[in-house]
């Protein structure tokens, strides 16, 4: 989706298919001015910039203004980037992620290709959009996710990275027939740790329910089993429901066939059959 709408800003930027608003504001924000003149406090704000740490896969930071003709068609497209990436875009890696995009911009400008301006600082976007969905992230499957042909089914390319035990959670059937984990400081839940990308998270966040409070996600940290001392941060979906209820038919099987294939200890496996058999 965000490559997509990505993809739309260019062929609108490319056919001139778009009207800028002169009553907004040229972008400033996150280290980047645009302007279409150069002043003497400009240059010396951009001349002394701040020592900024790089985070992430975003790139570096640092004051920049970004002088053009087109001064209000770049801060039309900054904004326009600035809604796309929303969701990405925080208090750390911001100034990163609009210092790419200056950068692209003052290089383009430097050739005097007006129009390029407009769609280097694009193709920028782009780029980073790349890293942002390839980006690796940690799954804990305790249920029926860690069945390997409904996982291929639902995130296509998700791919093992270990088996892993959750301490202080126990697994349960809830009211809706579905699995879950409540805390129990006695007890574990063992189950499989996926790699995914923010795209398989946002299909999960789908058929989670999560927007319909069905299950929320949590950031946790798991204990590898064959490695006790390796931990990983991963993210978790937990039900809203958590009153003990009975599996929906085949529900419970494809969480043990799901268990078995993937090597979870036998006597876990003896645990989920004799507790919701």
Known sequence: MMLKRIEDLQVKVSAKNFIVDKDVNLWGGAD???????????????????????VGKLGFAGRQVVCTKLA???SYVFYELKDIFQEYIDYNNKYEFYGRLASAAR????????????????????????????????????????NSVQMSERC??????????????????????????????L???????WSI??????ILD????????????????????????????ALV???????????????????????QENGIDSAYIRILKQNWE
């Open 32 to 54: 980047v001015v645009i302007t279409d003149v150069m002043t003497k406090d400009l240059e010396l704000w951009q001349g002394n910039p701040p020592f900024v740490v790089g």
């Open 72 to 74: 209000s068609e770049l």
């Open 107 to 146: 290089i383009a400008d430097s050739y005097k290709d007006e129009k390029n301006v407009l769609i280097e600082t694009i193709n920028e976007a782009k780029r980073m959009a790349e890293e942002i969905i390839n980006i690796a992230y940690y799954y804990f499957a305790y249920g029926s996710n860690m």
């Open 156 to 185: 296509p390319g998700a791919m093992i990275e270990a088996r892993v035990r959750l301490q202080g959670f126990r697994f349960i059937i809830n009211e809706r027939g579905v699995g879950s984990i409540i805390e129990d400081s």
């Open 187 to 193: 007890s574990h839940t063992d189950g499989i740790l």
């Open 197 to 202: 990308t923010k795209e398989h998270i946002d």
């Open 206 to 233: 789908e058929r989670e329910g999560v927007k319909h409070n069905t299950y929320f996600r949590k950031n946790i940290t798991v204990m590898g089993l064959e490695q006790i001392e390796r931990q990983y941060e």
């Open 237 to 259: 979906y937990i039900a809203s429901n958590n009153k003990l209820g009975k599996p929906r038919p085949g529900y419970l099987e494809r969480v043990i066939e799901g268990a």
